[in-house]
Nanobody
Framework: QVQLAESGGGLVQAGDSLRLVCVAS????????LGWFRQAPGKERELAAA????????YYADSVKGRFTITRDNRKNMVYLQMNSLNAEDTAVYYC?????????????????WGQGTQVTVSS
């Protein structure tokens, strides 16, 4: 069992940066692939970034590539999403998700554990 809690969201202006943090509890965290999903009003939940259990592999959606960076610290049971050059299209609720898996997974239905979400709003 893994419990997740996100923080770091807020209201920023276009061009600003934010760092989202997800703290996990549970012994299996270091065995989990992790993802940051986001859901904007009226849109489906999408995977923004993902990282493998040991940090050796990462994935970024085309819309965030070059601007977002996902990292993890298995000693602290934490995963981060550094978001730079934010724009209005990044406005969404951001969710941290986890699944016990060696390979990266890309679909929300494949993730077993979810945080409550944190709101990111970018004003243009």
């Amino acid at each position: 069992q893994v419990q997740l809690a996100e923080s770091g969201g807020g209201l920023v202006q276009a061009g600003d940066s934010l760092r989202l943090v997800c703290v996990a509890s549970g012994r299996t965290f270091s065995s989990c692939a992790l993802g940051w999903f986001r859901q904007a009003p009226g849109k489906e939940r999408e995977l923004a970034a993902a990282i493998s259990w040991n940090g050796g592999s990462t994935y970024y959606a085309d819309s965030v590539k070059g601007r977002f960076t996902i990292t993890r610290d298995n000693r602290k049971n934490m995963v981060y999403l550094q978001m730079n050059s934010l724009n209005a299209e990044d406005t969404a609720v951001y969710y941290c998700a986890a699944v016990v898996s060696v390979p990266l997974l890309y679909r929300s239905s494949e993730y077993d554990y979810w945080g409550q979400g944190t709101q990111v709003t970018v004003s243009s």
